[in-house]
């Protein structure tokens, strides 16, 4: 395999400290909103749209900070870059666009 597993693990624990940053971003914008509870309908209406929206992208950052720390367990135990089905070796430039996949293209679809 032609992956570098240096580079892999750096890329992923910046992705990692990036997903963690993101979750408690959301995590605090959702539980200290930036204004008063609005008295205007319209206004509570979007505040409540908006918060759901934030949840939706907390549960992908925290889904993706999952994939994250799998990858990173996968490199500490000597498989990084075998696809999980069949054993073949990830395309480099699948793990270069995905550092997390788990799965060659031919699986992946």
Request: proline share 3%.
């Amino acid at each position: 395999m032609s992956v570098d597993l240096d580079a892999a693990k750096q890329k992923l624990l910046t992705l990692q400290e990036e997903y963690e940053t993101r979750i408690e971003k959301i995590k605090n914008d959702i539980q200290n909103p930036q204004d008063e509870l609005n008295k205007d309908w319209e206004d509570q209406a979007i505040s409540i749209r908006q918060n759901d929206t934030r949840q939706l992208l907390a549960a992908e950052a925290h889904q993706n900070l999952i994939y994250v720390k799998n990858a990173l367990g996968i490199i500490a135990n000597g498989t990084y870059g075998e696809c999980e089905v069949c054993g073949k070796d990830i395309q480099p430039q699948r793990l270069e666009a995905v550092p997390y996949a788990t799965l060659c293209m031919d699986h992946a679809e």
